[in-house]
C-alpha cells in the first residue's frame, strides 16, 4: 500500500548549502544573485587597502599611544583621529574611482589639507582628492551627533559618493546599524541594489567596548621608539594598525602567535613623500596554506573574529 | 596698430592674440543691457554703428524720470562709470536731450562722461565730425569730397540742398541729434522669471494645507521650466501672511534642477521651521535665477557625445544642495590650495559648489602635519640651548621625553601684509617625536619668545 509520505531521501549536501545560503542572503542584495563570493586572499596575505575598499562601516580607534591612555584628565575632550591613515585609504579609493567624491564629516575629522593634497599627490600622481573633497561641519549643537548620523546616511546613499570619512564619536549600536545597512548598498525596498559605499568611522580608543555594528574594527597606535635625544634626524613615522574585527574572515586552525601576527601591520609613512605603506607584522611568521579566507559579506556570528572583547597589547610586534 | 607692428613693439608673451566673435560680443552685449535696467527700465542695444563685420558697441537708455532717483544726472553717471569700471569695461558715458547728441558726444567727446545739457545741443555738436550723426561711410566721403568735415559746417549750409545731394537719411540724422526729429529705440525685453501663485480663499494656519499647495505649485513651476527647456538655480517661496509681512523662503541649487521630488525634498524642512503667524493668504513662487537644462530626450540621443552631467554627477550636486539647505552653507566647505608659506594661510575654505579661485598655488614641499589646530595650544618646552633642539615638553598635563627633534624650521610673516600692531609675526618650527611615537609640530614664536603646539601628525 502506498503511504502518503513520500520518501525524499536523504537530505542532499548542495541542497542544504543552497538553502542555507539564500537565507543568509536574505537582505543582501550582493549574496542574492547567487554569485560567488568574492575572494579577497588568505589570511597570510590579507589586504588591509582591499577590505577598506569594500563598502560597509569601518570602524578606527585610537590614535593614542597605549601607555599615556590611562585615566588622564582632558584625555577624553582631546581625542584626535587617526587622519593620517584615514586619509591615506580615501586617497586610494578616489583614486581608483574616478569620478567619485570624499566626503569628511564633523571638523575634527577634517585633515590639513595641504597635506591631504601631498598626501594624494604620492599616491596617485594628482591632487584630485582635494579637489573632489567636500568638509562638512555639523559641530554646532546638542544635536550634533544626530546632525552627524543623517549626514553620513546621505552621503552614504548617494551615488557620486567614493568614500565618507567621519566623526563617529558617541555613536549607538542602532545608528551604526543604520549607517551600515546604507554603506552595503542595501535598500529597504530591496529593490534595485547599488555598490556598498566604504564608510571611514574615527572614534576614540575609550568607545572600543560599546556595541557596533561595523563591518570591521581597526586600531591605530603611534609606534614608540627608543632612543636618545637626536638633532636634524628626521625618521619616518611608524603606526601598529590592527584589525581588532573583521566580519566574514573565518578562521582555520592556525596557531594562535600566527593568528595575531596576521591581523597586525604596521604603518609607514615616508617623510619626504607622506606616502603610507603598510606591511604585515607576521610576513616572516606566515607559512602560506593558511585555511582562514575572507569572504565578503557571509557572516557567521559564531565564528567571525572578533577580539575587540579582549585586552590586546598595541606593542609593536 | 597693427597686429604685426604690436608683436614688433611689445614682448610676445604680452600681445595675446583671441578670435574676433561677433555673435559672443552681441550676446555680451545683450547681458550688459539687462544689467543696466538697474538705471533704467528702457534700455536698448544700440546697432546703428554695426557696420559690415563690426559688433554693435553701444548701450542706449532712456533716462526721462530716471535721474531723480539717484541724486541728479551727474551722480547716476559717476555710478554707471564706476559700476562699469568694476566689471572690466572701458566706457564712454554722454548724456543728452537726444540719442543722437549723447551718440556723439559719447564717442567723440573728449571726456569719458559727459553731460550735455538742452541749450547746449548745437554748440556740443557743432565742432563734431560728420561721422558723429550716424551716418554711412558713403555719405562722410562724398561730404568731404565737398570739403564738409564738421557738423558746424553742415549746419550752415542750407537744408533744402541737403536731401537731393546726400540723401534723405543725413537729414534725418541731423535733425534727430538736434531734437527736431523723434526717435524711436526698441528696449530689451528680458523674459520674466517663472512664477506662480495661489491665493487662498481665507488665511490658513494648516500645515499641511500649505505643503500640499506648495507641492502643487512646484508642479506647475517645474512644468513651466520644462516648456522653457530651463531648471531652477535658486527658488524664492513667499508666504504672504494676514497679520505680518511675508515670509520668504529660498533654496539655492548647485545644478539647475526641475525635479519638483527634489526641490520639495529642498524645501519641505524649510516649510516646517516657517512661523505662520494668524495664517497664510497667499503662496507665491518664483525662479529668481534659472539656468538651460537639455530636454530628456535630446540627453538621451546624444549621452555619448556631449559631456552632459552624468547621473553620478547630478546626485553629487543635490546631495550638497541638501546637506546645504539643511545645515547652512556655510558648513559644506570646500578646500583650495594659496600661495602662501604660512601654514595657516596656505589654504582656504571656500562654500562648496562655488567656482574655485584659481590661484596658483602648488604642492607643499614640506612636510606638514595632518591636523592644523585653530588655535595655537600654549605648552612648556625645555631646550638646552635658546635656539637648540627640544629636550622635554609639558602638554596638556603629560610631561613627554623628546626621542627625536627636527628643526628649526624659520617661517617669516609675511611682510607684504601690514601688521595691525607692527610686530614680528616670525615664527621657528620644530617637528618632535615625543618618547610615545607621537610626533608634534612645535613652533616658538620669535617675538613673544612662546612656544605652542600647531599641529599633528596623528
Known amino acids: ?317 | 596698430m597693427e597686429l604685426a607692428r604690436a608683436r614688433a613693439l611689445f614682448d610676445p608673451d604680452r600681445v595675446r592674440l583671441e578670435q574676433h566673435d561677433p555673435a559672443r560680443d552681441r550676446t555680451a552685449l545683450r547681458r550688459l543691457a539687462v544689467w543696466a535696467q538697474r538705471f533704467s527700465p528702457v534700455v536698448a542695444v544700440d546697432d546703428t554703428s554695426s557696420e559690415g563685420d563690426m559688433s554693435p558697441d553701444g548701450l542706449l537708455l532712456d533716462l526721462s524720470g530716471c535721474a531723480p532717483t539717484w541724486g541728479g544726472e551727474g551722480r547716476l553717471v559717476e555710478a554707471a562709470m564706476k559700476h562699469l569700471q568694476r566689471l572690466g569695461f572701458n566706457a564712454r558715458i554722454a548724456t543728452g536731450p537726444t540719442f543722437g547728441c549723447a551718440w556723439a558726444i559719447a564717442r567723440f567727446g573728449d571726456r569719458n562722461a559727459s553731460i550735455v545739457e538742452i541749450d547746449d545741443v548745437r554748440t556740443a555738436l557743432a565742432p563734431m565730425p560728420i561721422a558723429a550723426l550716424r551716418v554711412d561711410s558713403k555719405t562722410i566721403e562724398q561730404l568731404a569730397h565737398v570739403g564738409i568735415e564738421r557738423v558746424s559746417q553742415l549746419l550752415d549750409m542750407p537744408r533744402a540742398t541737403l536731401p537731393s545731394r546726400f540723401g534723405e537719411t543725413l537729414l534725418l540724422r541731423l535733425d534727430q541729434a538736434l531734437g527736431h526729429a523723434i526717435e524711436t529705440i526698441e528696449p530689451i525685453r528680458p523674459v520674466p522669471p517663472p512664477r506662480v501663485e495661489r491665493v487662498f480663499d481665507g488665511p490658513t494656519d494648516r500645515i499641511e494645507a500649505i505643503e500640499h499647495t506648495v507641492r502643487e505649485l512646484l508642479e506647475q513651476i517645474t512644468h513651466e521650466f520644462a516648456r522653457r527647456g530651463c531648471g531652477a538655480r535658486c527658488l524664492d517661496i513667499e508666504l504672504l501672511r494676514s497679520d505680518l509681512g511675508p515670509e520668504r523662503l529660498s533654496v539655492t541649487l548647485g545644478l539647475p534642477s526641475r525635479s519638483p521630488k527634489h526641490l520639495w525634498q529642498l524645501i519641505r524642512p524649510k516649510l516646517e521651521r516657517a512661523h505662520l503667524g494668524f495664517g497664510v493668504e497667499a503662496i507665491r513662487m518664483e525662479a529668481r535665477a534659472v539656468a538651460p537644462i537639455r530636454h530628456e530626450q535630446a540627453e538621451h540621443a546624444h549621452a555619448s557625445q556631449e559631456a552632459s552631467p552624468s547621473e553620478a554627477d547630478r546626485a553629487w550636486a543635490e546631495l550638497l544642495d541638501t546637506l546645504g539647505n539643511q545645515l547652512g552653507a556655510d558648513r559644506v566647505l570646500h578646500a583650495e590650495l594659496r600661495a602662501s608659506h604660512l601654514p595657516e594661510r596656505a589654504f582656504r575654505m571656500g562654500r562648496a559648489g562655488e567656482a574655485p579661485e584659481r590661484v596658483q598655488a602648488g604642492v607643499t614641499q614640506g612636510d606638514r602635519p595632518t591636523v592644523l589646530f585653530e588655535h595655537p595650544d600654549p605648552v612648556d618646552v625645555i631646550a638646552l640651548t635658546p635656539d637648540g633642539p627640544v629636550h622635554r615638553v609639558r602638554w596638556r598635563g603629560e610631561d613627554l621625553a623628546v626621542s627625536a627633534c627636527t628643526g628649526p624650521e624659520r617661517i617669516g610673516s609675511e611682510w607684504w601684509r601690514s601688521q595691525e600692531d607692527g610686530s614680528d609675526r616670525s615664527r621657528d618650527y620644530f617637528m618632535v617625536d615625543v618618547e610615545d611615537g607621537r610626533r608634534i609640530w612645535i613652533a616658538r614664536s620669535i617675538q613673544r619668545e612662546r612656544w605652542y603646539v600647531h599641529g599633528i601628525w596623528a
Not at chain 1, 161 to 187: C, H, K
Not at chain 1, 244 to 265: F, I, M
Open chain 1, 1 to 317: 500500500m502506498r503511504t502518503g509520505v513520500r520518501d525524499i531521501g536523504g537530505p542532499s549536501p548542495g541542497k542544504l548549502d543552497e538553502l542555507r545560503a539564500s537565507i543568509a542572503g536574505l537582505g543582501r542584495p550582493e549574496l542574492r544573485s547567487g554569485a560567488p563570493a568574492r575572494r579577497l586572499g588568505t589570511h597570510a596575505s590579507l589586504d588591509p587597502w582591499a577590505i577598506l575598499a569594500q563598502g560597509g562601516l569601518h570602524e578606527w580607534f585610537g590614535g593614542d599611544p597605549e601607555q599615556s591612555r590611562s585615566s588622564k584628565l582632558g584625555r577624553e575632550v582631546f581625542w584626535l583621529p587617526p587622519l593620517t591613515i584615514l586619509s591615506a585609504c580615501a586617497a586610494r579609493i578616489v583614486g581608483t574611482n574616478p569620478g567619485r567624491h570624499a566626503v569628511w564629516i564633523g571638523s575634527r575629522c577634517w585633515p590639513y589639507p595641504p597635506t591631504l593634497a601631498r598626501q594624494c599627490h604620492a599616491v596617485t600622481g594628482t591632487q584630485a582628492l582635494l579637489d573632489r573633497s567636500v568638509f562638512i561641519d555639523t559641530d554646532t549643537s546638542r544635536s550634533a551627533r544626530a546632525k552627524r548620523v543623517w549626514a553620513i546616511e546621505l552621503a552614504v546613499r548617494c551615488a557620486g559618493v567614493g568614500v565618507v570619512v567621519a566623526d563617529g564619536s558617541g555613536l549607538s549600536m542602532a545608528e551604526s546599524r543604520r549607517i551600515q545597512l546604507a554603506a552595503t548598498g542595501s535598500s529597504s525596498s530591496g529593490g534595485r541594489s547599488r555598490p556598498g559605499t566604504p564608510v571611514l568611522i574615527a572614534r576614540p580608543d575609550s568607545e572600543r567596548r560599546e556595541l557596533s555594528a561595523a563591518r570591521t574594527r581597526w586600531r591605530v597606535c603611534p609606534l614608540a621608539r627608543s632612543g636618545t635625544h637626536t638633532q636634524n634626524q628626521s625618521r619616518d613615522q611608524g603606526w601598529s594598525v590592527e584589525l581588532l574585527r573583521c566580519k566574514g574572515l573565518r578562521l582555520a586552525s592556525a596557531p594562535a602567535s600566527v593568528r595575531e601576527g596576521t591581523r597586525r601591520w604596521t604603518a609607514r609613512r615616508d617623510h619626504a613623500t607622506g606616502h603610507i605603506t603598510l606591511e604585515s607584522s607576521a610576513r616572516a611568521e606566515s607559512d602560506g596554506g593558511l585555511a582562514a579566507r575572507l569572504v565578503g559579506g557571509s557572516v557567521t556570528p559564531g565564528r567571525s573574529v572578533d577580539t575587540s572583547h579582549r585586552q590586546s597589547s598595541a606593542k609593536p610586534a
